[in-house]
């Protein structure tokens, strides 16, 4: 039996991570993350993609990403027994479209998590998330990954000093939130027309209350579109 991919996506500081991590601890899913898959590469192919033009939020063109995420399919991603997480992706219209017909050639169920979250808690969120540069070096000096904070506003797990991430600098997160809600309609229409089911969830309520609105989601996603 093939596990499902379970598309989960919405605004910056929607809680995406999160709930990514609960779906990874409560059904043992693989979480696809484009920027992580990115990093992971061999050195030789992160050095041809370090010269690429990406836009001014720093995504990297279509015709490379729908390229990454097919190798990911082909490779340490391939579904299995397990759900496949997509965390963030697709981002837009020609991703969606690329996405929903590999699956569809794959015969894999795929079904999709929309966080929805409205500014206010979203800005909030982002103002008091910290990343700590130590635990996540990057190339860039722009680590990503939320760090878990002590009271002395220190990193838990190795003590140092935390940064505020750059994508949550306000006109940033302002841009990035634009963006998503530009795009969100051709995205909707890319994947419901492949016939993916769509659940919109509002993220603001507990997390056990979204978790348990994604369980649900993922129980009821068959093992392969043959059997919808």
Sequence with gaps: MTGPVVILFGPP??????????LVAKRNARLFRLREYVQSLPE???????????????WLPDDIATQLVHDAISGPFQPGETPVVFEGYPGNGVQSRHLADLLTRLDVSATVIHLRADWATALQR??????????????TGQPHKPAQVTTADTCARCGNTLLQRQD???????SRTQRFTSRLPEIYTALTGHGIPWRTVDSH??????????????SNCPSTRSSQ
């Design 126 to 139: 982002a103002q008091l998330r910290r990343v700590c540069l130590h635990c996540e070096p990057t190339a």
């Design 13 to 22: 500081a929607s809680g995406k991570s999160t709930l990514s991590e609960q």
């Design 205 to 218: 309520p507990p997390a056990c209350e979204v978790l348990a609105v994604a369980l649900d989601a993922v």
């Design 44 to 58: 030789a192919e992160t050095a041809v993609l370090k010269g690429t033009s990406r836009d001014s939020l720093g």
């Design 168 to 174: 949550d600098n306000p006109d940033r997160l302002s």
